[in-house]
């Protein structure tokens, strides 16, 4: 039991530069390349998350030190943050960061599209707006502008 024990001890300095830094580092590079923003959002969003992890932990480091848990629920937390079944850096951007980040309007402020269409975006999730602003790239505001019109006399129908 005196190996697996020592392993279970220090669990977090054998998995966690793996899981907290080389794993994510060959994610962002590999979201950098890929012509998805999406994956930008999730790696981006994990390297903010994880900063303020680190600045926490410098700032309260002689206060964790009095609980041996810290490490293994930053394991964890970080765990839950990177793997793609999870995806925990993309769920708090959106659930957490990005009504804030509407909120002060440098998100939207800038839209290039009418106020009524950045309207409409802004009530579609990331994936649903991503897939509509690539459609309003290629074939135009007029385009999306008759599937609104389209959309809105079908839901009048019913």
Not at 71 to 80: D, E, H, N, T
Request: charge should be positive.
């Amino acid at each position: 039991m005196g190996v697996l024990g020592t392993m279970a001890r220090h669990l977090d300095t054998i998995v966690g530069p793996g899981v907290l830094l080389l794993y994510p580092l060959y994610a962002s590079m590999r979201a950098i390349e890929s012509p998805s923003t999406l994956d930008d959002q999730q790696w981006l969003t994990y390297w903010i998350l994880y900063s303020f992890i680190t600045l926490f932990e410098l700032s309260c480091y002689k206060i964790l030190a009095w609980f041996p848990v810290w490490a293994y629920l930053k394991l964890v937390f970080c765990l839950w943050l990177v793997l793609p079944m999870f995806n925990g850096a993309a769920y708090i951007y959106e659930n957490y960061v990005r009504q804030y980040v509407k909120n002060i309007g440098s998100y939207y402020g800038n839209s290039k599209y009418p106020h009524q269409q950045t309207k409409v975006l802004q009530m579609m999730t990331l994936d649903a707006r991503k897939a509509v602003e690539r459609y309003i790239d290629t074939y135009g505001p007029d385009a999306f502008e008759r599937i609104i019109k389209a959309a809105d006399k079908e839901a009048r129908r019913h």
